[in-house]
């Protein structure tokens, strides 16, 4: 079939991103309508906040995972097809928490419903798959930025299911949403194209890596209780950090990683990465547990703005909404002057609301402004970085570069979570229960400190950067001159 033939069957801009934008919506509101149902469900079952913690927990724990292993499996078997399977799965995950009828049920649903976290790095394939070159700088800045509005949204929607159904309504909704998600995509995404492919899975990885992954996160969750000195939590992290040690050493000797890990030793991808971690601990992540203390702590705290919960969350919804208007312009930046200069101006953004709101405690006025250059900086960030990435990354593996950048932030996040928490736990009287404004300016100084870090590593990535060329084991042997017998191998890799 010819290009112009291809062309002329491409769905429009708008229809692809919008199905895109709807997937990744049902991933980023998996995630946030259980903060608001927690109390609810404390309430229900009669449990304690560390046990029903693992509603959130186990999302995340097949979510980080999912991230790689479904980007990975898109760009060899489909993304189409596997974006479709992902929405089915986290469909039934939804409705086996309706009607479980037990917490563990419901546990066990939200981790099914986790695969949802493969959603993000197959949208950015598929839609740089399906776009029109000039227009996937904008495609993409649009999709990432919907995790930011989906995420604030999907805290009001919660809210209104509690009030309107009780905690039974979440989950109608998100499978009702996922359902619907699904279908779009297949009425609008066209067909994959990808030829059938002799590359052997790599079992042990996708076994090694969500095992890693999980220890490392369950260590994460465990300190703010146990302490990072705790048997628990050093035993988690060192079972985390020797099994990944494997994964990883695993990884560089198979044919066909899940991940290949040799894209690191391109230095815009490698920076990339670095800067995104220290993005997930700091403004991504650390700053949503002590913002959440300021704006629902009394006035009478001094740094505390009175809200009520649903304030809150209308304030983080309307702010999250200016953020994601900017996302069309983010892309045609990242499209006219490159993603670099977009990336280091969102986390610069980022980075100056934290003295704005150390400098202005109890100022309703400061404090929206500063929330409002927050949601600007975040779409910018989430809007460039994959375009930083689809710069420097063949279109085959695209999926697989986002999943990974994915999992990342993801664990990123949990950490900047966990650090916030024991930080706020140290500084709350036990009297009371009240956070002191010294614990609150702690937690915020900490995602300064890694803030300006992600700057630092924005500020030394390229503005030419190399294309990342993958290789395979069998490429860099005959490279080498170290293959057993070459003919075999290029005539297996040809």
């Not at 909704?173 to 359902?179: D, E």
């Not at 009175?306 to 990242?334: M, Q, Y």
């Not at 405690?361 to 975040?378: F, Q, R, T, W």
Request: glycine content about 10%.
């Amino acid at each position: 079939m010819s290009s112009t033939t291809r062309a002329l069957k491409r769905p429009g801009f708008a229809a692809v991103v919008t199905v895109l934008v709807l997937a990744e919506i049902i991933s980023a509101f998996e995630l946030s309508m259980m903060y608001v149902m927690l109390p609810t469900l404390i309430r229900d079952f009669q449990v304690d906040a560390n046990t029903v913690a693992w509603v959130v927990t186990a999302y995340l724990l097949v979510s980080a995972s999912a991230a790689v292993l479904g980007g990975r499996f898109g760009d060899l078997y489909g993304r189409r097809k596997v974006m479709v399977i992902v929405l089915v799965i986290a469909a039934i995950g939804s409705l086996i928490s309706l009607l479980g009828g037990s917490l563990g049920m419901i546990i066990f649903g939200r981790a099914i419903q986790g695969v949802a976290g493969a959603v993000l790095g197959l949208a950015f394939g598929l839609a740089r798959e399906h776009l029109d070159g000039k227009r996937v700088p904008v495609g993409i800045s649009m999709i990432g930025a919907s995790a930011l509005i989906a995420g604030a949204g999907g805290s009001m929607i919660a809210g209104f299911m509690i009030d309107l159904f009780s905690w039974h309504g979440i989950f109608v909704f998100a499978a009702v949403l996922a359902a619907i998600a699904a279908v779009a995509i297949q009425l609008i995404i066209p067909r994959d194209t990808n030829a059938a492919t002799t590359e052997k899975p790599d079992y042990l990885g996708a076994v090694l890596l969500p095992i890693a992954v999980s220890a490392l996160l369950l260590g994460l969750s465990s300190s703010s209780k146990a302490g990072f000195l705790s048997v628990e939590f050093l035993g988690l992290m060192g079972l985390g950090a020797a099994t990944a040690a494997v994964w990883a050493w695993w990884e560089l000797r198979v044919e066909s990683p899940i991940v290949n890990l040799r894209m690191f030793k391109n230095r815009q991808i490698a920076l990339a990465m670095t800067a995104t971690v220290f993005a997930a601990v700091g403004p991504l992540g650390g700053v949503s547990v002590p913002s959440q203390m300021i704006m629902q702590s009394p006035t009478a705290m001094g740094y505390g703005l009175g809200f009520t919960p649903t304030e809150s969350g209308v304030i983080i919804c309307l702010t999250a909404l200016v953020g994601f208007a900017l996302s069309p312009v983010g892309g045609k930046l990242s499209f006219r002057y490159g993603a670099r200069i977009v990336f280091i101006a969102g986390l610069v953004l980022m980075a100056l609301v934290l003295p704005i709101i150390l400098l202005t405690y109890g100022s309703v006025a400061m404090y929206i402004v500063a929330m409002s250059l927050n949601g600007i900086g975040i779409s910018l960030t989430y809007g460039a970085l994959p375009n930083l990435l689809v710069e420097v990354v063949p279109e085959t593996h695209t999926s697989e570069t986002a999943g990974t950048n994915t999992m990342i932030r993801n664990v990123g996040q949990s950490a900047a979570i966990a650090i916030g928490a024991f930080i706020l736990a140290k500084n709350t009287d036990p009297a009371t229960q009240a956070i002191s404004q010294q614990g609150i300016s702690a937690a915020l100084l900490l995602v300064l400190a890694f803030a300006v870090l992600s700057v630092i590593m924005g500020l030394m990535l390229s503005r030419n950067p190399k294309p990342w060329v993958p290789e395979t084991v069998g490429e860099r042997d005959i490279r080498r001159g170290t293959a057993a017998n070459p003919e075999d191998v290029v005539s297996a890799t040809a």
